[in-house]
């Protein structure tokens, strides 16, 4: 190759250009000796294509579902509710028969609703009828002490179709009642940290109001039994709980049955420990109470229902299933994400957060699958935040991430069912408001319920390009799980798979469907904040429509944006969404 240049006799002044041809004579030295150094170093790779400053470059992400056989298949009522007896305490008990809380429970039905909680032990029965009328003097008992049947007379309204009571409270009542709770809140508070609670009584008349509410709401009932009523052998002391069940059978009530509330935490609570061999040997004792009771005889058991797993945990659970493990049908733990006392809004988005169940599943099943392998396991009282949670942050849309990945992350590691504390409360890691309002977990959940089946199906991704490194755990800011589509959701044939992914990353990112899932027709439900307040926001849009119940008190209706067959999938940044591939014809969701 030759290069020609003519350079000029005198020297350039210093304000003159350099010659034109030295710019293609510099670019010849610089490729010549690129050329060089590769050949000797035996470096057959193209060379690199320059890329315009500025420009990230952007990762598309391959998707594929297995369709031919489901890698887990959970209970029916996989996602179910708890309720804490503390509704006894601050009035909201009263108030079940609400119908626009009725309405809200059906909406996530069918499902379990568990009746148990902090206070569950500190519970007594009482066969007492009507105990409002004994009420008396001024303030907000006043108009609540002629308050027969958990029925105003003038309001009532009877459900047609299961022939339930169901009443359209006054507002003066509603007020007085929230002014109540906010009261009785403090002091349950107070009680909590403390831990010093003051005991419970439970009427006939309450646990008829409670079944109400359930059966109108299509939930089955599982009732904690106090388990601290101890004998001087610190044996069981079942005599309230035998008048329960007595008048339960002759309610002919379907109810499933626990005893006890983290049983680690007896010492603390009340200075008394139970360990796991007699708190087996109290199981056995409920269970052969349950036995000669016709409707009870063959009734469901749950347990332990212990804490956080830890060493001392781990071993009361191994004493318990020792000697009681085939009694139950379910054994049960709880867990809670946070301390709500020093709870951030940032801290819903660590994927180190989001991990943390994962150990406590894998100590579990080590311990029940060593005595009875393949028994069901249960994450009873799962809570995003302690201490009742903190409000604006535990109520918020940022809660969801946790929310809606441990459903995501127990269903896929084969846990049968997950109890979300609470549907209806005090606190703030509720569903629903005093105000009878949906929080933004409630339309996560709720769409969980439209949308995703029993079936668990393996997701395949490529394209993340996630390189680990020593002493480095990688921890995934795109989460993506598969399920077959709820076949009671007749908007989609059998066969059709939905998605449900989680983007915690700052940036979108774009998801190519592929094999089985390609150029199918797909359903887009995007859930993301409404208004000003971003992530702490308490309302929600889904696919940029605010979702709030209907005038009439109904729900609205959960309406999908189709998106072309063979889109690429653009997943916001920081948000949750489901995603339908309809007409997969999938063969693990053709049948149930």
């Known amino acids: 190759m030759r290069v020609l240049c003519a350079f000029p006799e005198a020297m350039p002044s210093s304000n003159s250009r350099p010659p034109a041809c030295l710019a293609p004579v510099a670019l010849y030295l610089t490729l010549l000796l690129h050329l060089s150094l590769s050949s000797q ?3 057959r790779r193209p060379l690199p294509v320059d890329r315009a400053s500025g420009l990230k470059e952007k990762t598309l992400i391959l998707l594929d579902v297995s369709t031919k056989n489901p890698v887990r298949t959970v209970n029916e009522n996989f996602l179910s509710l708890q309720l804490d007896p503390s509704i006894i305490h601050d009035g909201w008990l009263d108030f079940l028969s609400s119908k626009r809380l009725v309405t809200l429970a059906r909406g996530l039905s069918p499902a379990f609703l568990r009746f148990g909680g902090k206070r569950t032990d500190f519970l007594q029965f009482q066969n007492l009828r009507n105990p409002a009328k004994s009420r008396g003097g001024p303030g907000p008992d006043y108009y609540l002490k002629n ?10 309204a009877l459900d047609k179709q299961k022939g339930c009571k169901i009443a359209q409270h006054p507002d003066i009542m509603l007020e007085l009642q929230r002014e109540k709770a906010a009261q009785m809140h403090l002091v349950l508070l107070k009680e909590q940290f403390s831990n010093t609670y003051s005991n419970l009584i439970l009427t006939a008349r309450s646990l008829d109001k409670l079944y109400n509410f359930a059966d109108c709401s299509g939930l089955h009932l599982i009732f904690a039994l106090n388990a601290l009523r101890r004998n001087p052998n610190n044996s069981w002391n079942s ?8 008048y339960s059978a002759s309610k002919k009530y379907n109810i499933s049955w626990e005893l006890g509330n983290e049983p680690n935490n007896y010492r603390t609570m009340h200075g008394r420990a139970v360990n796991g061999s007699q708190l087996g040997k109290d ?7 349950l036995q000669p009771i016709r409707i009870y005889s063959r009734a469901s058991l749950y ?16 004493g318990f299933m020792k000697v009681a493990g085939s009694t139950v049908d379910a054994v049960t733990w709880q867990h809670c994400y946070i301390d709500g006392r020093v709870v951030k809004v940032m801290d819903f988005l660590k994927t180190r957060l989001l991990d943390t169940l994962s150990d406590q599943i894998r100590k579990i099943q080590k311990v029940v699958n060593a005595y009875t392998p393949g028994k069901k396991i249960w994450l009873e009282g799962v809570v995003t935040t302690s201490a009742g ?21 127990l269903a896929n590691r084969g846990i049968d069912v997950v109890i979300r504390h609470s549907f209806f409360d005090h606190g703030y890691n509720h569903l629903v408001d005093q105000n009878f ?28 390009q996630r390189k680990p490194r020593p002493g480095r755990v990688i921890r995934d800011k795109l989460r993506i799980y598969a399920h077959c589509t709820n076949h009671h959701n007749h908007n989609y044939v059998r066969g059709s798979i939905t998605l449900f992914i989680i983007n915690l990353h700052r940036s979108r990112k774009k998801i190519k469907l592929a094999g089985t899932l390609r150029d199918k027709l797909v359903h887009q439900y995007l859930l993301q904040p409404y208004g000003q307040e971003g992530l702490k926001s308490k309302s929600v849009q889904l696919n940029g429509q605010p979702l709030v119940m209907v005038d009439d008190g109904t729900l609205p209706e959960l309406k999908p944006r189709p998106l072309r067959a063979g889109r690429t999938l653009v997943i916001p940044p920081v948000t949750m969404g489901f995603y339908v591939v309809k007409n997969v014809n999938a063969l693990a969701c053709r049948y149930r």
């Open 437 to 464: 309002n949906p929080l933004p977990d409630y339309w996560l959940s709720l769409l969980y319920k439209r949308l995703i089946g029993p079936k668990v199906l393996a997701v395949h991704v490529a394209g993340l």
């Open 147 to 156: 308050y027969e049947d958990d029925i105003v007379r003038s309001d009532v």
């Open 303 to 318: 347990g332990p229902n212990i804490g956080r797993p830890r060493k001392n945990v781990i071993a009361l659970l191994d």
């Open 283 to 289: 199981y056995i004792q409920l269970k052969s109470m």
């Open 239 to 246: 005599s309230s709980a035998l008048s329960l069940l007595k």
């Open 41 to 43: 170093a035996g470096d």
């Open 389 to 409: 949670g903190t409000n604006n942050l535990s109520d918020s849309y940022a809660a969801g991430f946790l929310w809606l990945n441990t459903l995501g992350m």
